[in-house]
């Protein structure tokens, strides 16, 4: 990258992989994000956690570029997002809502993916993963809720990426799967990748993450490890405990 394309303000963000600097977003006169601001490091599992309708998805979308009219500044890995384009493959996205080709095969989606990334050596691994042998020619329609999600995870992860961005990335998944793939996120985090989760699963991710948003109301509640966030709050003994605490205390709607 070219050092002249960095203000001085953005030599710090180098050390962190995704930074929001009074970030703001409105649909409309809705606010939907309110002066956000934080930083995640490098290299971790980010849980970001809040309601329907906090915030959250809209973040996600802010990262991605989905969303380019938010007021303010965000960072990846030390350069502004609005710069990244689609061939830098920065970013790895599964979607909380699942998108196929229904006209292709489990295999063929494989072959198809990994031939456009040129990423075919991941592929015989990622169906051992996630057990897909048996589905290889099956169609979309054809699969189980579970087995949706795993294809839909596969074709994510067969991105070559620095960023995985998982939103609600285990439904459908029975307890087993659940288990494979809070493994192969502990695996790409120690790879070097880092993670951001988002989900209502709480329970899945307190002992998984590394790293937390908590988000409320298009306000940023509470951020830093669970120990830093418990210090403050005494009272609380798990993450949920401590999300419905600070969602409880936080600012109203405008």
């Not at 951001?196 to 948003?213: G, K, Q, R, V, W």
């Amino acid at each position: 990258m070219d050092a002249g394309r960095f203000e001085r303000g953005d030599i710090m963000d180098r050390t962190n992989a995704v930074s929001f600097k009074k970030v703001n977003k409105y649909y409309n006169d809705f606010h939907a994000l309110k002066d956000i601001s934080f930083s995640i490091p490098r290299n971790s599992i980010v849980g970001l956690i809040g309601s329907n309708g906090s915030g959250k998805t809209t973040m996600i979308k802010c990262i991605l570029n989905y969303y380019d009219d938010y007021l303010g500044e965000i960072t990846i890995f030390g350069e502004k997002n609005k710069r990244i384009v689609q061939e830098d493959n920065t970013f790895a996205y599964i979607p909380d809502t699942a998108v196929y080709y229904e006209e292709l095969t489990v295999n063929e989606h494989l072959d198809f993916i990994s031939q456009m990334y040129k990423t075919e050596r991941k592929v015989e691994k990622l169906i051992k993963d996630f057990e897909l042998d048996s589905h290889l020619n099956k169609f979309p329609h054809e699969l189980s809720k579970g087995n949706k999600q795993k294809l839909l995870i596969c074709c994510a992860l067969l991105r070559d990426y620095k960023l995985l961005i998982a939103d609600e990335p285990f439904s459908g998944l029975d307890p087993r799967q659940i288990n494979n793939l809070r493994e192969k996120f502990i695996e790409l985090k120690n790879k070097g990748n880092t993670i951001i989760l988002s989900t209502h699963l709480l329970a899945l991710i307190e002992n998984l993450c590394d790293y937390y948003l908590m988000i409320d109301k298009g306000n940023l509640i509470g951020v830093g490890t669970i120990q830093e966030i418990l210090a403050k709050t005494p009272n609380c003994k798990n993450l949920e405990d401590l999300y419905l605490h600070l969602s409880e205390d936080g600012e109203e709607d405008e």
